[in-house]
C-alpha cells in the first residue's frame, strides 16, 4: 500500500512543477475572463489536478488504516471446565476462572553440621523440598509438595526417603467455607503446618514437635477450611488413623504415621485446628486429633486422642512463642500385652505422654543492615508420663533440653543458624547427649 501513495504524490510534484502530463488536454473552464491569461489558466487546472489526488490519497490510506477482519471467536470451553452454577459466580468472574496458571513452583532446602558430645561431626543435607501449584480455575487450586531427605535414596539401604507430603485440591466457594482432599498435613501444633527454616529458631524442630507431635504428620484425607468472624481460622479434616504397632516409649509418635502409603481407613480419625489472629502480632491456637489406631490387631480396642495448644507473639525486637500437648492413648495396657506376645518384647507403651516448650527470643542489633536474633528455648518431652497400671515408667524417656542459639538472616528468607542442645533425663543409668548444631536454611 506504501508503493502506490508514493507514485501519486510524486506525480502531484510533477504536475506542479512541469505543467500537464503528456497526452492530458485539460478541459476548458466553464467560465473564463476575457482578460485571463495562459500562464493562469494552467494554474488553476493544476490546483484541481491536486485536489483530485488529494481526494484519492485520503481515500487510499482509508483502506490501508482499516483493521482486518476479526478471527473466528474460540470454541465454548467444555462444559467440565466450567464453575458450577450452584456457586452464584457473577459472569464475569465465570468467564475468568476458566483460565488455568500454573505456578509459581517454590520450596525450601536446609543442611545441617551436627556434632554430638564425644562423637564425631556429621554433615548432612537434610533437606530438599519443591512445591508446586496449579490453579485450574479461581476456585479450584492445586499444591503439591514433594520432600527428599538426607540426599541420598538407595533401595534397602540406610539412606534417605522421598516423601510426597502434600498433594491436594482446594475448592474455594467463600471465605468461611472451601473444601481440601487429598495428601494433607494435620493440623495440628505450631510447626506442622510452617516447617520451612527460616520461620522457626534452632537448627533442629522442637523435640515436642518431633516425639509428641509428629511432625510432619502428614496423610490422606478430606475436610474443609476457611477463615469466620474477625480473625478466626479453622482447618477440620478426617484423615487416615495412626497405626497402634508402631508407637513406641523412646520416640511416641514420631513413626506411627501411615504417610499415605496405602492407609488402613477401616476407621478414620478426627482432627481440627482453631486459630485466632485478630490482633497485630498475636497468634493463638489450639488443636485436636483423635482417632482409632488397632487396625493391625481387632482384638485390642486402640485409640489415640491428642489436644494441643499454642501462641505466638511479637512486639518490636521481642518475641515468645510457647506450646504444650498432650497424648492419651486408651488401651495401652491390651496394646502392651498384644506387642509382647507377638514379638516377645514389651514395649512399654505409656497411656498418656505429655511435652511442652516456652521459647523467648530478641533482636538485638536493629542498626545493623541484616537481622540478627537470639533466643533460648527450654522443652520438657515425656513419652512416659503416665504408664499402664501394672508397669513402670521408664526414666531415660522423660526428658528436658535447654537450647540457647542464635539465627543470621542475610535476606528475609535465607537464615544461618547455630544452637548448643543440652539434654537432660532422669534416669541415673543412661546419660543423654548434648550437641553444638550448624545449619544454613532458605525458601523461595
Not at 494433607?184 to 520451612?196: F, M, T, Y
Not at 496405602?262 to 481440627?272: K, P, Q, Y
Not at 540478627?372 to 520438657?380: D, K
Given at each position: 500500500?506504501?508503493?502506490?501513495?508514493?507514485?501519486?504524490?510524486?506525480?502531484?510534484?510533477?504536475?506542479?512543477?512541469?505543467?500537464?502530463?503528456?497526452?492530458?488536454?485539460?478541459?476548458?473552464?466553464?467560465?473564463?475572463?476575457?482578460?485571463?491569461?495562459?500562464?493562469?489558466?494552467?494554474?488553476?487546472?493544476?490546483?484541481?489536478?491536486?485536489?483530485?489526488?488529494?481526494?484519492?490519497?485520503?481515500?487510499?490510506?482509508?483502506?490501508?488504516?482499516?483493521?482486518?477482519?476479526?478471527?473466528?471467536?474460540?470454541?465454548?470451553?467444555?462444559?467440565?471446565?466450567?464453575?458450577?452454577?450452584?456457586?452464584?459466580?457473577?459472569?464475569?468472574?465465570?468467564?475468568?476462572?476458566?483460565?488455568?496458571?500454573?505456578?509459581?513452583?517454590?520450596?525450601?532446602?536446609?543442611?545441617?553440621?551436627?556434632?554430638?558430645?564425644?562423637?564425631?561431626?556429621?554433615?548432612?543435607?537434610?533437606?530438599?523440598?519443591?512445591?508446586?501449584?496449579?490453579?485450574?480455575?479461581?476456585?479450584?487450586?492445586?499444591?503439591?509438595?514433594?520432600?527428599?531427605?538426607?540426599?541420598?535414596?538407595?533401595?534397602?539401604?540406610?539412606?534417605?526417603?522421598?516423601?510426597?507430603?502434600?498433594?491436594?485440591?482446594?475448592?474455594?466457594?467463600?471465605?468461611?467455607?472451601?473444601?481440601?482432599?487429598?495428601?494433607?498435613?494435620?493440623?495440628?501444633?505450631?510447626?506442622?503446618?510452617?516447617?520451612?527454616?527460616?520461620?522457626?529458631?534452632?537448627?533442629?524442630?522442637?523435640?515436642?514437635?518431633?516425639?509428641?507431635?509428629?511432625?510432619?504428620?502428614?496423610?490422606?484425607?478430606?475436610?474443609?477450611?476457611?477463615?469466620?468472624?474477625?480473625?478466626?481460622?479453622?482447618?477440620?479434616?478426617?484423615?487416615?488413623?495412626?497405626?497402634?504397632?508402631?508407637?513406641?516409649?523412646?520416640?511416641?509418635?514420631?513413626?506411627?504415621?501411615?504417610?499415605?502409603?496405602?492407609?488402613?481407613?477401616?476407621?478414620?480419625?478426627?482432627?481440627?485446628?482453631?486459630?485466632?489472629?485478630?490482633?497485630?502480632?498475636?497468634?493463638?491456637?489450639?488443636?485436636?486429633?483423635?482417632?482409632?489406631?488397632?487396625?493391625?490387631?481387632?482384638?485390642?480396642?486402640?485409640?489415640?486422642?491428642?489436644?494441643?495448644?499454642?501462641?505466638?507473639?511479637?512486639?518490636?525486637?521481642?518475641?515468645?512463642?510457647?506450646?504444650?500437648?498432650?497424648?492419651?492413648?486408651?488401651?495401652?495396657?491390651?496394646?502392651?500385652?498384644?506387642?509382647?506376645?507377638?514379638?516377645?518384647?514389651?514395649?512399654?507403651?505409656?497411656?498418656?505422654?505429655?511435652?511442652?516448650?516456652?521459647?523467648?527470643?530478641?533482636?538485638?542489633?536493629?542498626?545493623?543492615?541484616?537481622?540478627?536474633?537470639?533466643?533460648?528455648?527450654?522443652?520438657?518431652?515425656?513419652?512416659?508420663?503416665?504408664?499402664?497400671?501394672?508397669?513402670?515408667?521408664?526414666?531415660?524417656?522423660?526428658?528436658?533440653?535447654?537450647?540457647?542459639?542464635?539465627?543470621?538472616?542475610?535476606?528475609?528468607?535465607?537464615?544461618?543458624?547455630?544452637?548448643?542442645?543440652?539434654?537432660?533425663?532422669?534416669s541415673s543409668l543412661f546419660r543423654s547427649v548434648d550437641s553444638l548444631n550448624i545449619g544454613l536454611g532458605w525458601w523461595f
Amino acid at each position: 500500500m506504501k508503493r502506490p501513495i508514493a507514485v501519486l504524490v510524486g506525480i502531484s510534484i510533477v504536475l506542479l512543477v512541469g505543467g500537464p502530463v503528456s497526452g492530458q488536454t485539460p478541459d476548458p473552464p466553464a467560465t473564463q475572463s476575457p482578460a485571463a491569461s495562459p500562464g493562469q489558466t494552467r494554474i488553476e487546472e493544476l490546483e484541481r489536478r491536486v485536489r483530485e489526488l488529494e481526494s484519492r490519497l485520503r481515500e487510499l490510506e482509508a483502506a490501508a488504516t482499516k483493521p482486518l477482519a476479526p478471527p473466528p471467536a474460540p470454541r465454548e470451553p467444555a462444559p467440565a471446565q466450567q464453575m458450577p452454577p450452584s456457586l452464584g459466580l457473577p459472569t464475569s468472574v465465570q468467564e475468568s476462572s476458566t483460565v488455568s496458571r500454573t505456578g509459581p513452583i517454590s520450596g525450601y532446602m536446609d543442611f545441617h553440621l551436627n556434632k554430638p558430645e564425644h562423637e564425631d561431626a556429621q554433615l548432612d543435607f537434610h533437606r530438599f523440598v519443591l512445591l508446586f501449584n496449579h490453579s485450574f480455575s479461581d476456585r479450584l487450586r492445586f499444591v503439591g509438595e514433594l520432600e527428599l531427605e538426607h540426599a541420598f535414596v538407595s533401595g534397602l539401604e540406610a539412606s534417605g526417603e522421598v516423601e510426597l507430603e502434600q498433594a491436594y485440591l482446594d475448592f474455594k466457594v467463600k471465605p468461611e467455607l472451601n473444601f481440601r482432599a487429598g495428601m494433607v498435613l494435620a493440623p495440628v501444633g505450631i510447626i506442622n503446618e510452617r516447617h520451612e527454616p527460616p520461620s522457626f529458631h534452632g537448627v533442629e524442630r522442637p523435640f515436642v514437635d518431633t516425639f509428641i507431635i509428629p511432625t510432619t504428620w502428614f496423610d490422606a484425607g478430606v475436610g474443609v477450611h476457611g477463615t469466620v468472624g474477625a480473625g478466626w481460622q479453622y482447618r477440620a479434616y478426617l484423615m487416615a488413623p495412626l497405626d497402634a504397632t508402631r508407637i513406641t516409649a523412646e520416640e511416641g509418635l514420631h513413626e506411627a504415621t501411615q504417610k499415605g502409603f496405602a492407609s488402613n481407613v477401616r476407621n478414620v480419625a478426627h482432627t481440627g485446628r482453631l486459630e485466632y489472629v485478630g490482633v497485630p502480632g498475636l497468634n493463638l491456637g489450639t488443636s485436636f486429633w483423635r482417632g482409632k489406631t488397632g487396625f493391625n490387631f481387632r482384638r485390642v480396642d486402640s485409640r489415640v486422642g491428642l489436644f494441643e495448644f499454642d501462641g505466638r507473639y511479637r512486639a518490636g525486637r521481642v518475641a515468645a512463642r510457647g506450646e504444650f500437648a498432650q497424648v492419651f492413648i486408651d488401651g495401652a495396657a491390651d496394646l502392651n500385652d498384644f506387642l509382647q506376645r507377638t514379638a516377645g518384647v514389651n514395649p512399654n507403651i505409656a497411656r498418656q505422654m505429655r511435652g511442652f516448650y516456652v521459647e523467648p527470643s530478641i533482636r538485638p542489633l536493629p542498626w545493623i543492615r541484616h537481622d540478627v536474633a537470639a533466643f533460648v528455648r527450654y522443652e520438657n518431652f515425656d513419652t512416659q508420663f503416665k504408664m499402664p497400671e501394672g508397669v513402670l515408667p521408664l526414666k531415660q524417656f522423660d526428658r528436658a533440653a535447654w537450647v540457647f542459639g542464635g539465627s543470621y538472616f542475610p535476606d528475609p528468607d535465607v537464615v544461618f543458624k547455630i544452637d548448643y542442645s543440652i539434654i537432660r533425663n532422669r534416669s541415673s543409668l543412661f546419660r543423654s547427649v548434648d550437641s553444638l548444631n550448624i545449619g544454613l536454611g532458605w525458601w523461595f
